[in-house]
């Protein structure tokens, strides 16, 4: 009974302690946003790999969402007469939820694992011991052109795949639910509200910190070795995903509990 | 000046450095030989601040290195990497530049091109090599780039670990005079660490020799063949029988 104590306090020491190593970071991040140099083509550099190819991805994610969240709505709704809610809820499934953690997951897999997989490779082959030497802060030039640039474009991409799943709402709606497809706007416009749009906003601005912010951690801490870089990039993922998650959890709590 | 002074570093219980006390005189050459693994690569960082020491001092100058402001410091260091270090997302003369592209030694964009062309010529490679990517070059080329990229800055104190690994005998001489000049030419400070006993012959005004963590034997190029120490006998004669374990 001590042993099983003692093991999940030890889980929740270490959990705690890697918080703490993660805010450490993202301070140490942010307070160059204030120092110079700046790298303004790293973060240009960034804003293209991490918003503009971006695109497909949350496109095709947002666009079957979408369409499968009215079938199921219309299902669901047909129990209790209610199949005409498919527009609204729909909308609100959309821009409050599944849209920011959606767009937020699939981020996570594209961008987290691309930075802590470049980053971790760097410091395989020395080549963050090499910038250093160079003069230039792996900070500056590495990370926060990276968490910068997720923070800037995510809110973008969250918007743009809220918009898209409601489409795909609406394609399912107009062609195999039999709803007017002008009805489906209306419906949908009338019935949002702008705390719904802002909060989804936030989120993506929330979820792209931290997705950039744990490639940049895991690779920068990354062990020797390819070894090293798969151990890295797969942590990244992973904490990504569940911190994506739970702050997704915080701020609907904060955003809608009355 | 470089000194370092009873300099430990350890990972976990492998104690790599177990109190090196070693001078580099300014303007002068120095080669660190030494076995595969003794810690070499280590001791070259500690200097330059990429591997903190467990204890011990390493001044530059008579000034303790960490209590330096790190951008003016590194400002005077180049530095080749073991394994090349290029940054493979820019092109080769944007690594040889990089220095030049940014920073307090920032130039226009041509004439640091114009210098990074310059400074591959030097090291044998041709204008061409400018443009491509350092992973569509060999390894040596990638060495010779990154050798490239340490002297680019002129910088007053440079270290080279291993120039001449993975490189042929020609393309090894070429760079063995190129060291040799820029001490001469520009009165830098280098320390280099080699394995190949033609370039120590070549570029060492000193040689030290680092065994078990601590510096076995330092002194002239010119008593590397007279003295009587076993190890450093060994090691110059390259044989497998001697107090060296070859077995590590
Ligand atoms: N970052 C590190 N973490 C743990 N051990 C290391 C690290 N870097 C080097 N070592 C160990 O230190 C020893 C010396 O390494 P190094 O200085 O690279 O040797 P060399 O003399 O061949 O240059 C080796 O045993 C190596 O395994
Ligand atoms: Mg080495």
């Given at each position: 009974m001590t042993r099983i104590l003692a093991s999940i306090g030890a889980a929740v020491?270490?959990?705690?302690?890697?918080?703490?190593?993660?805010?450490?970071?993202?301070?140490?991040?942010?307070?160059?946003?204030?120092?110079?140099?700046?790298?303004?083509?790293?973060?240009?550099?960034?804003?293209?790999?991490?918003?503009?190819?971006?695109?497909?991805?949350?496109?095709?994610?947002?666009i079957f969402t979408g369409g499968a969240l009215a079938l199921q709505?219309?299902?669901?709704?047909?129990?209790?007469?209610?199949?005409a809610v498919v527009p609204q809820i729909v909308a609100i499934g959309m821009v409050r939820e599944l849209g920011p953690v959606l767009v937020g997951l699939m981020i996570a897999a594209r961008v987290t694992s691309s930075v802590a997989a470049e980053i971790a490779t760097m410091k395989v082959t020395e080549q963050i011991d090499a910038l250093v030497t160079l003069s230039t802060h792996p900070m500056k030039y590495l990370t926060l052109p990276r968490v910068l640039a997720a923070t800037l474009v995510m809110p973008v991409l969250v918007g743009i795949g809220d918009i898209i799943g409601i489409m795909g709402g609406y394609l399912v709606g107009t062609q195999r639910l039999g709803f007017n497809g002008a009805t489906y706007l209306q419906n949908t416009i009338d019935f949002l509200e702008p705390l719904d749009v802002t909060s989804s906003l936030v989120k993506g601005a929330v979820f792209g910190f931290i997705a950039a912010l744990m490639g940049c951690y895991y690779g920068m801490n990354s062990g020797r070795g390819a070894m090293g870089v798969g151990r890295a990039t797969k942590n990244s993922v992973v904490m990504a995903a569940i911190l994506i998650l739970a702050s997704n959890f915080l701020?609907?709590?904060?955003?809608?509990?009355? | 000046m470089i000194t370092l002074s009873n300099v430990h570093k350890a990972f976990g219980d492998n104690k790599v450095l177990r109190g090196i006390d070693l001078t580099v005189p300014k303007g002068t050459s120095t080669v660190v030989i030494g076995g595969s693994g003794t810690g070499k690569s280590i001791l070259i960082k500690c200097i330059l601040g990429l591997v903190e020491p467990d204890s011990g001092v390493i001044t530059v100058d008579g000034v303790d290195v960490t209590t330096q402001p790190r951008d003016a410091f590194l400002a005077r260091f180049g530095m080749l990497f073991q394994g090349g270090a290029l940054f493979d997302s820019l092109p080769v003369w944007q690594n040889v530049a990089f220095r030049l592209l940014r920073g307090s030694l920032k130039r226009p964009k041509a004439e640091a091109r114009e210098i990074a062309i310059e400074k591959l010529r030097r090291v044998g490679l041709a204008p061409e090599v400018a443009d491509r990517f350092p992973a569509e070059l060999s390894g040596g080329m990638q060495k010779r780039v990154s050798l490239a990229r340490a002297i680019a800055a002129e910088p007053e104190i440079i270290f080279f670990d291993e120039p001449t690994t993975g490189l042929d005998p020609i393309m090894s001489g070429v760079i063995n005079d190129l060291i040799r000049e820029i001490v001469a030419e520009i009165g830098a400070t280098t320390i280099?660490?080699?394995?190949?006993?033609?370039?120590?012959?070549?570029?060492?005004?000193?040689?030290?020799?680092?065994?078990?963590?601590k510096i076995r034997w330092a002194g002239p190029i010119g008593d590397l063949d007279?003295?009587?120490?076993?190890?450093?006998?060994?090691?110059?004669?390259?044989s497998p029988e001697g107090p060296i374990e070859t077995l590590r």
């Open positions: 020491l270490s959990s705690l302690a890697a918080l703490g190593r993660f805010v450490l970071f993202a301070l140490g991040t942010v307070s160059h946003l204030f120092r110079p140099p700046f790298y303004p083509k790293e973060l240009g550099h960034s804003l293209l790999q991490i918003g503009y190819f971006s695109l497909p991805v949350v496109g095709l994610t947002a709505i219309y299902a669901g709704g047909a129990r209790f007469n209610a199949e701020l609907t709590e904060a955003f809608f509990s009355a | 280099t660490i080699t394995h190949d006993m033609t370039s120590v012959r070549a570029i060492a005004d000193q040689v030290a020799m680092l065994h078990a963590g007279t003295t009587d120490d076993a190890y450093v006998r060994q090691f110059v004669s390259g």
